[in-house]
């Protein structure tokens, strides 16, 4: 695989007033790989990537974008969709479409050919002199992905795509990165739902309280951290789980639970314990989740969420 | 900055506002409401003086009456006969307007006459009345001293004066002063009009795209500087605009005025019409004929007009970008309205006096300027140094504005949540 570094970010820090948001955080996004920034609301993800996206200024350290140092040109590799996302309610669509691949630098005519494309690919050709404010949540959704990626850049920044997303505009989010990945584009997204990346991303960066915690090949991580939970499906009283030691239990149901295993506990014991207790349809020993490596590297305590507005 | 860019917000902006319907409406149905209000002006002064007060007219002398009714008929009645009573009565019951009582005392020894009368008329029915009891006494008392015609011609001279403007290359011109001083007070509203309005524009612009959570997609692509002259440009292509429009539409109906006055009036026109046309043409003539401006008085109007824009809609922008919605802005719009409306006020004072030192003052203060010093180009000579000077501190001025949103504006844009106090500005312009 090409190792071509696409996104590099060097000792970045930034300070609002008192509140230092990112604090010497380093990461490298690899050309052709879907990299995930994963961590709490309020963790610093807005803020790395607005200055990846040179919408704020870099307080320290340095942001390069194929090796250059992020400016005006750096933006227009960039297709970029915020987690505030919107769009002029009172322009047409096509007009609108226009408007944003001309401000990334494409001329009138290709942005038209663009603009074809991508509405005909979502089944909206029709949609071209609707203005906005007439289109669904759903369509004006649809519509937002086009204008992130209708200039055919490189780089692909997502902040919280799937939040607020319905299911189907969800999976067709899915499919369009799968997509861009696999045409060797590069894309960075963030989440505060580790789940999401679990299915996606390639490499990751964990974020907590502004600094990066963990950050390299996901696949890698996770075995790192070895086989050392145990997947629970079961039938009857589950109480006898609230009484093991020694494990933390992280995803529970009436018939599931995640069970961490600390301190070297036997996972034998625990299905010893587990057979005496409940009729027991599934016991596996796999590697952690992303949410349980997070809790674990960061420590339950250190974990600060601020709410989202 | 990239120019491009900047051209693409300024067609954004001005394209999608030009073809709203707010900006048609109000591009066309401002001029109708001109010509109407020009319309209706003119009928003001056709038709006031229908309404008729009656003044009962006790006349003891049996001398005055008489010319008094000779006066104006309709308004006094000759009620010698009846008693001071039934006078009261009569205007009590609605049936007069008042009554005086002249006695030989009021002729011989000037004692103040007594009007009683209901307060209906107004002061101009009291001024009225008090020009043509002077007037009556005046004769009368002439009369009795028994002074020679030729005395009685001289006190009937009313000398004329009339007004020519000497200019500074030695021509003598026609004296428009009562023009030129509603010439002036126009320009000095419509651009005081303008700065709201189009300020307005601006920063519900900002907010808007705020709102509309459209600003961080924007932003990835344009710096907040490019953006905000880009709006801000675009904007005032859409005031030149409309204010072209405006004026184009002026000067047709200045020139259909006469035209138009007159087939107004010669359907029916009687011969009291006639003559309140003629008075009123008199008084103001450009009603009828609307003497040419000078073109300096256009271009100066140009250039204030587009400065006094460009230094009040920078402010409005950084209002605008620390707002989170309209309602939000009332608190920080305040320091901005301040000036706007003491420059309104300055106008008002310079209209009589636009020489005078608050005028001077207030036409090269920047903030003011836009407003009091086009209306005293209008008005009166100013000297070039004083336009110079004003125009040069509104450049240095706007230059300092306009830094300091685009400051504001940079971190405003992106601030959601919670509208910013004017702590938060200071903090902004100290970070950017």
């Known amino acids: ?309 | 900055m990239s120019w491009r860019q900047i051209y693409l917000v300024l067609k954004r902006e001005y394209i999608t506002r030009v073809k709203s319907k707010g900006f048609l409406a109000a591009t066309f149905l401002v001029p109708l409401g001109i010509i109407l209000l020009y319309g209706v002006f003119i009928a003001i002064f056709l038709w006031d003086s229908e309404v008729t007060y009656e003044i009962g007219v006790k006349d003891e002398t049996s001398q005055i009456v008489a010319s008094l009714q000779e006066t104006s008929p309709q308004r006094y009645l000759d009620m010698t006969e009846l008693e001071v009573d039934s006078l009261r009565t009569l205007v009590q019951t609605g049936e007069l307007t008042g009554y005086v009582v002249i006695t030989e005392e009021n002729l011989t020894e000037n004692r103040p006459l007594e009007l009683i009368y209901s307060g209906g008329g107004g002061l101009a029915l009291l001024s009225s009345i008090r020009t043509d009891m002077r007037e009556v006494f005046r004769q009368e008392q002439l009369k009795r001293a028994e002074v020679t015609e030729e005395v009685q011609q001289i006190f009937e001279t009313r000398i004329g004066v009339e007004s020519r403007r000497l200019t500074e290359d030695g021509k003598e011109t026609e004296d428009d002063s009562a023009f030129l001083s509603i010439l002036g007070v126009a320009m000095g509203i419509i651009i005081f009009g303008a700065i709201f309005g189009y300020g307005g524009y601006i920063m519900r612009g900002v907010i808007e795209e705020k709102t509309n959570r459209i600003i961080e997609v924007i932003t990835s692509s344009v710096k907040p500087i490019e953006l905000l002259t880009g709006k801000m440009m675009g904007v005032g292509a859409l005031a030149i605009t409309q204010i072209g429009i405006w004026l184009l539409t002026l000067s047709l109906i200045a020139m259909a005025a006469a035209p138009i006055a007159t087939l107004f009036m010669s359907g029916e026109s009687t011969a009291e019409q006639m003559a309140a046309m003629e008075a009123a043409e008199e008084e103001l003539p450009f009603i009828f004929s609307i003497p040419s401006i000078e073109t300096s008085v256009i271009v100066y109007f140009v250039i204030f007009f587009i400065l006094g824009y460009l230094l009040y809609s920078s402010l409005f922008a950084a209002i605008g970008s620390a707002a989170d919605s309209e309602t939000d802005t009332q608190q920080l719009i305040l320091p901005v309205m301040v000036p706007i409306f003491i420059a309104y006020g300055i106008l008002l004072h310079a209209m009589n006096t636009p020489d005078s030192m608050l005028s001077v003052i207030g036409s090269l203060v920047p903030f003011f300027a836009p407003i009091v010093m086009i209306s005293r180009i209008a008005m009166t000579e100013v000297p070039f140094w004083e336009i110079g000077l004003s125009i040069f501190l509104m450049i240095i001025t706007f230059a300092g504005t306009m830094w300091l949103s685009a400051k504001i504006y940079k971190v405003g844009i992106l601030s959601y949540g919670s509208s910013a106090g004017y702590k938060d500005l200071f903090k902004w312009i100290k970070q950017g």
Not at chain 1, 13 to 35: D, L, M, P, W
Request: charged fraction near 30%; glycine fraction near 6%; aromatic fraction near 8%.
């Open chain 1, 1 to 309: 695989m090409n190792k071509k570094t696409t996104i590099e970010v060097q000792n970045l820090s930034k300070t609002f007033g008192q509140t230092k948001a990112v604090q010497n955080v380093s990461f490298k996004v690899e050309k052709g790989r879907i990299f995930g920034l994963l961590g709490p609301n309020g963790a610093g993800k807005t803020t790395t990537i607005r200055m990846i996206n040179y919408i704020i200024t870099i307080d320290e350290g340095t942001i390069l974008i194929n090796d250059q140092p992020v400016s005006p040109k750096t933006q227009k590799l960039i297709g970029y969709m915020p987690e505030e996302r919107g769009l002029y309610k009172k322009m047409k669509v096509g007009e609108q479409l226009m408007y944003l691949a001309q401000l990334k630098g494409l001329n009138a005519k290709d942005a038209e050919t663009n603009i074809r494309y991508w509405l005909n690919r979502f089944k909206a050709a029709d949609w071209h002199l609707k203005s906005v404010g007439e289109l669904s949540k759903g369509m004006s959704q649809k519509i937002q992905f086009i204008a992130t990626i209708v200039h055919d850049p490189d780089i692909y920044i997502f902040d919280e795509p799937f939040s607020g997303l319905d299911p189907i505009n969800s999976e067709l989010l899915k499919e369009i990165i799968i997509e861009l990945r696999d045409k060797g584009k590069t894309i960075l997204f963030s989440t505060h739902r580790m789940e999401q990346v679990e299915q996606m991303c390639d490499d990751i960066c964990l974020f907590n309280n502004g600094k990066v915690v963990l950050t390299g090949n996901l696949r890698k991580i996770k075995k790192d951290f070895g086989k050392n939970t145990i997947l629970l499906e079961y039938d009857g009283d589950g109480s006898f789980i609230d009484d093991l030691d020694d494990v933390r239990i992280n995803n529970r149901s009436t018939n599931f639970a995640e069970i961490r295993l600390l301190n070297d506990q036997d996972p034998q014991a625990i299905l010893k314990t587990a057979i005496e207790h409940a009729k027991i349809h599934k016991f596996e020993l796999v590697e952690p989740s992303l949410n349980e490596i997070f809790i674990s590297t960061v420590g339950e305590d250190n974990i600060k969420t601020e709410e989202a507005a």
